[in-house]
């Protein structure tokens, strides 16, 4: 039995491709990562400027059901969809398991594992409201791609960081990622 942890990484067809990037980086360093990302999520993230072609993780096609990953019996550590379109997450709120990204996320769900999903979205409709409170019911923690100020972020990065490392914060991820905060200052 292997020491490093394990996670999946679905990434969907939300804007939001730098958070995945970075939180592909940080895992990939110390964790055996399974990685999935949507026909969308590849265009916008070429749009975006990003690529995962160099990250060493096992790569899924999400149309590949017979994936291990699709099976509760392939133990994980925990799964973030990063970003979480509101298409996938209404798909991962009713259970409609018809790509490998939201079977995953079910399993993850059915297993009790953690689950995070990173919303990049605005507004949010009350379907999607709905949505992401029947998501929190079935056992995921929402998160919404909302970086903190109080840090004091100078750059593009600094404002992911902040982001990422709430959600390796959630999957029990030790990180250096952004400062946490200590209260007010006098």
């Known amino acids: 039995m292997s020491a490093r942890k394990e996670f999946v990484i679905g ?17 990939a360093n110390g964790a055996d990562v399974h990685l999935i990302v949507t026909d969308q999520a590849r265009g916008i993230a070429a749009r975006e400027g ?30 973030a969809v990063v970003p979480c379109s509101t298409k996938t997450l ?3 709120a009713t259970g409609l398991s018809a790509s490998l ?18 919303v990049r979205e605005m507004p ?19 998160m919404v791609a ?13 404002l992911v960081d902040m982001v990422v490392g709430r959600v390796l914060d959630h999957l029990g991820v030790e990180h250096a990622l952004g400062p946490r905060w200590t209260g007010y200052d006098d």
């Not at 990003?50 to 550590?77: C, F, K, P």
């Not at 909302?146 to 600094?158: L, Q, V």
């Open 11 to 27: 990434v969907s067809g939300a804007s939001g491709a730098p958070y995945a990037r970075r939180l592909l980086e940080v895992l």
């Open 50 to 79: 990003v690529t995962y072609d160099d990250l060493d993780v096992t790569r899924h096609r999400n149309d590949d059901l017979a994936a291990a990953i699709a099976s509760g019996s392939h133990r994980i550590d925990g799964m």
């Open 90 to 92: 209404a798909s991962i």
């Open 101 to 118: 990204l939201a079977r995953a996320a079910d399993v993850t769900l059915k297993e009790r594992r953690p689950l995070i999903l990173l």
């Open 124 to 142: 949010l409709s009350r379907i999607h409201l709905k949505n992401l409170l029947a998501a929190d019911e079935a056992g995921a923690t929402v």
């Open 146 to 158: 909302s970086p903190g100020f109080y840090g004091r972020p100078a750059t593009i990065d600094d």
